[in-house]
């Protein structure tokens, strides 16, 4: 099913909706067992679900607990590579299920607020991985490495990542839509994430792409129209920020990159468009 959550009344709304008709999974028992029942609806079915991640989880680099002035309880660690790359993993079960959220620097910068709306919606275990001027395919190194072989590396990181019963979350356009110079490239790049994520019980849930830069929106609205096709769940970025885009996003020299109302809200849209499926 595609649903585009373009707004955030009409993804409250979407969500309130779905809710109301049992479309979305209530509770998980026993999740640390061999075999875990959800409901989904009025129909049950029995998810295999392996115990829960150890410490490292997806993690990656120099690994160390949330700072207390970030989240008190410290729910959640934080891998770091570099400056350019940094993994957020709350290793706990939530009666939603696990999420993962691949993105660029936006993704990077969000990533508390994120964490925070995500483990308020009852996720978890929830993996969290942003990485400055991230790519589709492009690019691959120890510095930033791109969104396909990061979708790799949690994948083969523990057992949960690889399960069908994974929420995707992707946040990667930004940065394909201002280096492709053609748009019969967006739908191909955009194929290569789903081809990634593989096999799922969801759909993906794919943040689109909208930022300040003068003469930029013609692409960018180019790659969000490629993004609308069977399995793909478009989260609304572009119109949530379309009527006051200054009070999401930086202005000179920057034009892109988010203020805190733009990283809560995206927090808050991702959340919104995962408790719809």
């Not at 290793?91 to 691949?102: M, N, Q």
């Not at 789903?194 to 003068?214: L, Q």
Request: glycine share 10%; hydrophobic share 45%; aromatic share 8%.
């Amino acid at each position: 099913m595609l649903v585009a959550a373009t707004a955030l009344a009409l993804a409250s709304a979407a969500a309130a909706t779905a809710a109301a008709a049992g479309e979305t999974i209530t509770s998980v028992d026993d999740a640390a067992q061999p075999a875990a029942q959800a409901v989904r609806g009025a129909r049950v079915q029995l998810l295999p679900l392996p115990p829960p991640p150890a410490y490292g989880g997806c993690l990656t680099g120099a690994v160390t607990k949330v700072p207390r002035w970030v989240d008190s309880a410290q729910r959640w660690s934080v891998g770091t590579m570099n400056v350019n790359w940094q993994v957020a993993f709350h290793s706990e079960v939530g009666p939603r299920g696990p999420v993962v959220v691949v993105g660029d620097s936006l993704t990077l910068g969000a990533e508390n607020a994120t964490m925070r709306e995500l483990l308020a919606g009852g996720y978890g275990p929830i993996c969290i991985d942003g990485g400055v001027s991230r790519r589709m395919t492009v690019g691959g190194t120890s510095s930033v490495s791109n969104a396909v072989n990061v979708i790799a590396r949690i994948k083969a990181s523990d057992p949960w990542w690889a399960k069908p019963d994974v929420r995707w979350v992707l946040a990667i356009g930004t940065n394909d839509v201002r280096q492709l110079d053609q748009s019969a490239a967006y739908s191909s790049t955009i194929q290569v994430g789903i081809t990634a994520v593989g096999t799922s019980n969801f759909p993906i849930c794919w943040v689109d792409v909208r930022t300040r830069r003068e003469g930029w929106a013609p692409f960018e609205t180019q790659w969000n129209t490629a993004m609308h096709i069977p399995g793909v769940t478009v989260i609304g970025w572009a119109a949530a920020v379309a009527a006051t885009p200054e009070t999401y996003m930086y202005g000179y020299p920057d034009w892109v990159h988010l203020l805190s109302a733009g990283n809560v809200l995206r927090g808050h849209l991702i959340r919104l468009a995962l408790d719809a499926t």
